[in-house]
């Protein structure tokens, strides 16, 4: 892609272009993953945005309602609009809070859910990072996002944003655990770290030889640690029906509360972003990424943003069907059903792997 | 000067400052994440070291959840620094001696080359050289024994703190989701027969009172 864009240069700038190269030549490679960083986040701000106005649609429609549809067509305009809102607002600092840690908490909650995007990859060589441990990279970054939350509720100074910041650090702390133990499967029929690789190695087998490559993705072979990733993605995230963080009907907004304008919107978008970025990693681990589902349709990256935005439409689905759940039920769910799950899993694939019926060879 | 070199100047003097602030912070939270960001700077340097596994898994396990947890202690309770703060100088030639200590032998690996060490890793590492696959390698293959027996080690030492800390009041009410979840609507609700009607005899109304 990098040799296109140079050519590409070259002739439209026609006979400037020598000069111009020889000063931009000693800079290039930072000017070049530059762009590449640009190109990453403007359309993922882009999709945040546009998340939260389907978000609001399609809970309408679930609860036969209409949903937003005054702000420009069809109300296409409205995350436009409440962007624009929360940018002109004023943040406001509790006068007890910490001034400090209080700006840092937002900062912290979105630089991991950003940062986390460098490994990922949309398409064969559409990856900014194409490292050898991006999984671990992956677990390492997002194991970090719990302190934007721990910060700002404890920077507040009030009792709401702490309650919140407890239940976060408890929550985040043991779904990662069975998010990391249920990855380990993953790891181990593909045995590489790097994420392009773990969707090549889903390229083959009998399933895909005969067109049907869908059946080969690890989704099939792994199903109970889908269900377990898919699942401790929603509580990773914060969401419904595991949002006892923000908890609107007992803890108020949890960590947020005592957050406005722009500040309130950190938090808000990297929520968003860590959505798409679960389900980003939910469809190059188990459902292959750029991957074609059957052999005569093309593989590229219109497949990989179909299966993100199917697992996004999850998200928002089980926001709209589910009740929350209870505290101490969650902490069950994920320490006493998901940990030995997965780690009964390993067993079992690590078995399997050693039998003669592997399908992984 | 390299560009790596630059690097390495930026994190150990970020790594050195934090870890001065940890120690000199006055509020043990601040102090909680200066030390989450001597970790960040201290993985940083082993990332150029390449060793990019010790790196990530630095910040997946300290930063991400050690340090979670400890902040999760320290954010609720209430030191009082001073009292903190009472022994210093009765304490401090020990402290000084362990530091000292510990600053010697530090300088002892780092100019392992000087004292003539054998095992130091080679300078130019391939550029397919994963020290995931070779610290894996080495665990599994050459040290596999003592690893385990590490691990069990460690396990053991998990459930003997838990069992130590862990009082159960007698007069508990905690919930156990396990039976609130195997319960049956039978268990909780009885079904009663009884008629659906049961005529009571009501005066009938005259006719021009209606509606």
Do not use: C
């Amino acid at each position: 892609m990098e040799a296109t864009v140079l050519n590409l240069l070259a002739s439209i700038l026609g006979s400037l272009w020598a000069p111009l190269w020889a000063l931009v030549k000693p800079v290039w490679p930072l000017l070049w993953t530059l762009a590449k960083i640009v190109l990453i986040m403007a359309p993922l701000l882009l999709s945040v945005a546009y998340l939260t106005f389907w978000e609001r649609k399609v809970i309408g429609w679930m609860q036969v309602r209409i949903g937003p549809n005054r702000v420009g067509p069809w109300g296409l305009l409205q995350p436009i609009a409440d962007g624009l809102k929360l940018f002109l607002k004023e943040v406001l600092f509790p006068a007890a809070a910490d001034k400090k840690l209080f700006v840092l908490g937002p900062i912290m909650a979105i630089a991991p859910a950003l940062a986390a995007w460098a490994v990922i990859p949309f398409a064969p060589g559409w990856v900014l990072a194409n490292v050898d441990a991006g999984v671990l990279y992956l677990l390492a970054i997002s194991s970090v996002g719990v302190y934007g939350i721990i910060i700002a509720g404890w920077a507040s100074n009030s009792k709401y944003p702490f309650f919140g910041a407890m239940r976060a650090s408890a929550q985040m702390i043991s779904y990662e655990v069975a998010m990391g133990l249920g990855l380990i499967t993953v790891l181990m029929v593909s045995s590489s770290l790097n994420l392009s690789e773990i969707v090549s190695m889903q390229d083959k087998g009998r399933f895909a030889g005969m067109g049907i490559g869908f059946l080969s993705w690890n989704w099939l072979p792994l199903l109970p640690m889908f269900a377990v990733y898919l699942i401790s993605g929603v509580a990773e995230t914060n969401r419904a029906p595991f949002d006892v963080v923000e908890g609107e009907s007992e803890i108020v907004a949890g960590h947020m509360v005592e957050y406005s304008g722009m500040a309130f919107a950190m938090f808000f978008l990297a929520e968003y972003a860590n959505m798409i970025l679960i389900s980003a990693m939910t469809s190059v681990f188990f459902l292959g990424g750029w991957l074609s589902p059957v052999g005569f349709l093309p593989d590229g990256f219109h497949w990989m943003a179909a299966k993100m935005a199917a697992i996004l439409f999850f998200f928002l689905w089980i926001r709209a069907t589910f009740p929350r759940y209870r505290y101490d039920q969650i902490m069950r769910l994920g320490w006493k059903v998901f940990v030995p799950l997965t780690l009964v899993w390993i067993l079992v694939v690590g078995v399997w792997m050693m039998s003669p019926l592997t399908i992984w060879k | 000067m390299e560009f790596k070199t630059i690097l390495f100047y930026i994190f150990s003097a970020v790594t050195v400052l934090a870890a001065l602030r940890v120690i000199t912070a006055r509020n043990p939270v601040h102090a909680a994440l200066f030390l989450v960001l001597a970790f960040f700077n201290v993985a940083g340097l082993w990332m150029l070291l390449q060793a990019e596994f010790l790196a990530l898994a630095l910040i997946m396990v300290y930063v991400g959840a050690v340090m979670v947890l400890f902040l999760f202690v320290v954010m609720m309770l209430d030191i009082n620094i001073e009292r903190v703060r009472q022994g210093f100088w009765k304490n401090l030639p020990l402290g000084a001696l362990v530091g000292g200590l510990m600053a010697v032998e530090m300088s002892m690996v780092l100019s392992g080359r000087y004292f003539g060490l054998a095992n130091l890793p080679p300078q130019n590492l391939p550029a397919n050289y994963s020290n995931t696959k070779e610290l894996a390698r080495l665990l599994y293959t050459d040290y596999a024994y003592p690893f385990e027996i590490a691990s069990v080690i460690l396990l053991v030492a998990i459930i003997a703190a838990v069992m130590l800390t862990l009082r159960t009041r007698k007069d508990n009410k905690a919930m156990h989701a396990s039976d609130q979840i195997a319960v049956k609507s039978k268990d909780r609700m009885r079904l009663v027969k009884m008629a659906p009607e049961v005529e009571v005899s009501v005066p009938t109304a005259k006719e021009g009172e209606q509606a």
